[in-house]
């Protein structure tokens, strides 16, 4: 058997990171069973899903790196089998038109919790034909007797008996097929075999499976990912910040230090927290995924992206800090190489946002120093220091790291002042402030037009101060 998974959104909205760790369970469980994965856009409310959102779906899975084996698949695309399974079903017996209306279903509701009863609908309209009624929903003729047991991959076994089930309402009255309806047909003629899903859907489950058994379809397993909760134990929305997928990125953060947090957001190996993609696809199981819902911790993907920052590959991080440098318009013409940006960076860098910030004096001019780090370092006599430095730096033939560390070293000891005295001035001069990677980077990475430019500047700006 071909294991199939799918990763099923709507496109109301931009992918978050509850549906992204969803798809990324899928699509690791995909992998390492060799099977597949199967993206399908979920588009019939035509009302709510929007071009957009199906682009930001892409855009999210793209940037994730979640490739699918199949699709993306369009259920506005399946109209016409969704109308050939209701029709069967309808042939079957299976289904009947229902001409109840709003307020008798109203009434029907008010009378079943006056008697303490569950609200469903009674099936008033199962033995009557309305078929040539325009305005009639369609119906799907739930078992009225026995249960439903799910064998949850995730939850364990679920089981719920038919008489909690009302007869579900499976095409409105313009004929258009409802979400429990196109699920299950797309889920029947793609051969999905496992449906990795969050936990909001486990109602629906029972329901679908009764339409799969009446259609003599093989049942796919089930596995239901509890949600995620904001740290105030609300459900993660809007409110708790970032949501989105691409907020993700904007914010500077790696798409594997995301998908590792992820992994992690309600799956342990042991007490392992870095998971290259190779091990996750190894050893990702279905059983270990908890079954209470997870908190999401910023401070974790934090530290998470700080790790993969320093020990990802420096061409692959400067790939994505150049995205970042376009986003904050730096010109990357007239600078060093991003990826020696990445390796004198990384160890201060928490995000890409806050390396590329930190990295702009490489590229281009700043427009004043730091005022903290200025009023430290630029005293007087802060120019003749920097004023010899410069005399020396000039002599040099070969702008070179180590040659430009003995001079300061060779200066400070000249002049009788510790290092720091001698280096800060120099740091704040070249880079316009207080911190900055080592000197000697700092200046090899900045070339010697820049840092003889920026320090004859620094000398004036300290003559003026007076
Ligand atoms: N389209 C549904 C949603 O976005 C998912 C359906 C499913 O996974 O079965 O919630």
């Not at 904007?250 to 992994?263: K, Q, R």
Request: aromatic share 8%; hydrophobic share 40%; with cysteine.
């Amino acid at each position: 058997m071909t294991i199939k998974t799918r990763f099923a959104p709507s496109p109301t909205g931009y992918l978050h990171v509850g549906g992204a760790r969803t798809a990324l369970f899928s699509w690791l469980y995909a992998k390492q069973q060799g099977g597949q994965f199967i993206l399908r856009i979920e588009d019939t409310d035509l009302e709510r899903s929007t071009q957009e959102s199906v682009d930001a779906i892409f855009e999210g899975m793209n940037w994730l790196g979640l490739t699918y084996d199949e699709g993306p698949f369009y259920q506005t695309q399946h109209f016409d089998r969704y109308k050939e399974i209701i029709q069967q079903l309808l042939d079957q017996g299976d289904a009947y038109y229902c001409t109840c209306t709003r307020e008798e279903l109203d009434t029907i509701r008010e009378q079943q919790k006056a008697n303490k009863e569950k609200p469903r609908y009674n099936g008033k309209c199962r033995s009557v034909d309305h078929s040539s009624d325009l305005e009639a929903v369609i119906r799907f003729k739930n078992p009225e007797g026995g249960e439903v047991v799910i064998s949850d991959l995730i939850k364990g076994e679920i089981i719920v008996a038919n008489k909690e089930l009302d007869d579900l309402i499976i095409a409105r009255s313009d004929g258009s097929p409802t979400y429990n309806l196109t699920v299950i047909v797309d889920d029947m003629d793609m051969g999905v075999t496992h449906v990795i899903r969050g936990d909001d859907h486990v109602n629906n489950t029972p329901r679908q499976i009764n339409i799969l058994n009446a259609l003599n379809a093989t049942l796919p397993y089930y596995a239901h990912v509890p949600m995620i909760l904001g740290s105030d134990g609300a459900r993660l929305s809007k409110r708790h910040g970032a949501v989105g997928v691409m907020q993700y990125r904007d914010d500077g953060f790696l798409p594997e230090a995301l998908l590792n947090y992820l992994v992690r957001l309600g799956w342990s190996h042991g007490d392992q927290e870095i998971f290259s993609m190779d091990e996750m696809v190894e050893l990702f199981d279905l059983k270990s995924v908890n079954v209470s819902a997870s908190t999401f911790n910023t401070e974790k993907l934090l530290w998470l992206n700080h790790q993969y920052i320093m020990n990802a590959e420096p061409e692959h991080v400067a790939k994505h800090l150049k995205w970042h440098m376009a986003n904050q318009e730096i010109n990357l013409e007239n600078g060093p190489e991003l990826v020696d940006i990445v390796k004198a960076q990384r160890e201060r860098s928490k995000t890409l946002v806050e390396m590329a910030s930190a990295s702009h004096y490489f590229y281009q001019d700043f427009e004043e120093y730091d005022a903290k780090a200025a009023k430290k370092n630029f005293k007087q006599g802060s120019d003749d220091v920097l004023q010899q430095l410069m005399d020396e730096f000039s002599l040099l033939d070969v702008w070179d790291g180590e040659k430009l560390h003995q001079i300061i070293l060779d200066t400070a000891e000249k002049l009788e002042l510790k290092l720091g005295k001698v280096a800060q001035p120099l740091r704040v001069a070249v880079s316009g402030a207080g911190v900055s990677p080592a000197i000697d980077i700092t200046l090899s990475l900045l070339g010697r037009e820049k840092t003889l430019a920026r320090m004859l500047k620094a000398i004036e700006h300290i003559k003026g101060l007076g």
